[in-house]
């Protein structure tokens, strides 16, 4: 099976992003006892190279790699958090069509300038979208301030990755993380390719209900892996209820890359243990790499794989 995850970040501690911040996203399973898909990782290098190795040992084909900059909300003591988009460039190059770049912009600060950003990074650089970070950068999406970057993003195919949901970063404003907030976003800009991340989760009813209303919506299973195999069989199975099947993504959120699609290949362990449908095998490859696929416009045989890697995804 072709495995795409859809959703992971670079940035080195201490150098792209701060101490603070890596302390405020680990919180939740170092300090509160989360337990379900982790990795304990004591030392965390968020680059290509380690990428790569890690996905040679799980079996995973392709990672989606995401830039960030929340420097603009953040106080001088707790920064940075800044992955720049050159740096994802260089790891995306050097990884042998391996990972695939998500770029970044702050629409607020430099509306003109956002877009002349994405369009600079797909030109030049072949990213294959954007990530925004609302609740982080502490802007609307509805904000028309927007409206530069959605006008290039569609002009240009590409999806917007919006993060909604749930962050243990308390300085990110939880009424800006409300996956309805894209719902106007969507009227406005039908033909805008959308991602709702984490599946809006704790807001995953209110995600699938946007997506359904929104037919170039899609939502990833990013950040799931918090949770017991159960819940997330239950979720992919209520997504599957409301919308089709190609508009959910794998992903998996770091640390979670190296056991959370296993998780997702053998979800109906937990459909028969519940007494609950399974999930048809054919979606089952759709969320596991299909879907991305045609998202991402991804050339399967250009992924360069290594021969086990190759033989245990087939």
């Known amino acids: 099976m072709f495995v795409v995850d859809n959703h992971i970040h670079l940035g080195q501690p201490g150098v792209h992003v701060s101490q603070h911040i890596y302390n405020e996203l680990r919180k939740n399973w170092s300090d509160r006892g989360f337990r379900y898909h982790s990795s304990e990782v004591k030392s965390e290098r968020r680059d290509g190279e380690m990428l790569v190795q890690v996905m040679d040992d799980v079996g995973i084909d392709v990672c989606c790699v995401l830039a960030g900059n929340w420097n603009r909300v953040l106080p ?71 409206e530069p970057l959605y006008e290039a993003a569609t002009a240009l195919g590409v999806p917007v990755h919006f993060h909604m949901g749930f962050t243990p970063v308390c300085g990110a404003d939880m009424k800006l993380q409300q996956p309805w907030l894209l719902d106007e976003v969507g009227q406005r800009f039908p033909k805008m390719k959308v991602v709702i991340c984490h599946l809006g989760y704790p807001y995953a009813a209110e995600a699938m209900g946007v997506v359904a209303r929104n037919p170039n919506f899609h939502a990833d299973l990013s950040a799931l892996g918090f949770y017991h195999p159960r819940t997330v069989y239950q979720l992919i199975h209520d997504f599957g209820c409301v919308n089709p099947w190609e508009r959910l993504l794998y992903g998996s959120e770091n640390p979670f890359m190296w056991t959370f699609h296993k998780t997702v290949q053998n979800i109906n362990e937990h459909a028969r243990a519940l007494d609950m449908p399974e999930i048809p095998d054919h979606a089952l490859e759709l969320i596991l790499g299909g879907n991305a696929t045609r998202l991402y416009r991804i050339d399967q045989s250009k992924q360069h794989r290594p021969a086990k890697l190759a033989k245990s995804a087939a």
């Open 76 to 146: 001088p003591e707790q920064r940075p958090y800044n992955v720049p988009n050159e740096f994802v460039a260089q790891q995306v190059k050097a990884s042998n069509g391996r990972l695939i770049g998500i770029c970044s912009a702050d629409p607020i600060i430099d509306p003109w300038g956002a877009a002349d950003e994405l369009e600079r990074c797909v030109r030049d650089h072949d990213f294959r979208g954007i990530k925004l970070y609302p609740t982080y950068a502490h802007f609307d999406p509805r904000d028309k301030t927007c």
